[in-house]
């Protein structure tokens, strides 16, 4: 199965910036979907970011909206996630994942490792 390895995660200050990269062993078909999760200490793992291989449409769930930007650089196979005025409440792993839509889990068919990002106060 495809590979994935997220990178560029550290910690930061409140309204610092980071850049996270999830790049992947082989091609991801164009009509899949490239998703940004991520889980807080003791919490859920949630959606944040998600487009489209063929990068025709992008999703960001309300509490990033505004501030992450996802991209991608499909003929290098890797994907960015571009997050900034981070906030405390953005703490936490941050994976990578293939799917047939954006945030649903039951729908994911590959997962990268993680990268942690820890936004101090």
């Known amino acids: 199965q495809v590979q994935l390895v997220e990178s560029g995660g550290g910690s930061v200050q409140t309204g610092g910036s980071l850049r996270l990269s999830c790049a992947a062993s082989?091609?991801?078909?164009?009509?899949?979907?490239m998703n940004w999760f991520r889980q807080a200490p003791g919490g859920e793992r949630e959606g944040v970011a998600c487009?489209?291989?063929?990068?025709?449409?992008?999703l960001y769930s309300e509490p990033v909206k505004g501030r992450f930007i996802v991209s991608q650089d499909r003929d290098q196979n890797a994907w960015n996630l571009q997050m900034n005025s981070l906030k405390p409440e953005d703490t936490g792993m941050y994976y990578c994942?293939?799917?047939?839509?954006?945030?649903?889990?039951?729908?994911?068919?590959?997962w990268g490792s993680g990268t942690q990002v820890t936004v101090s106060s």
């Open positions: 082989e091609n991801i078909p164009s009509n899949l979907y």
């Open positions: 487009i489209r291989v063929d990068a025709d449409f992008t």
């Open positions: 994942a293939t799917g047939h839509y954006c945030f649903r889990q039951q729908e994911i068919v590959g």
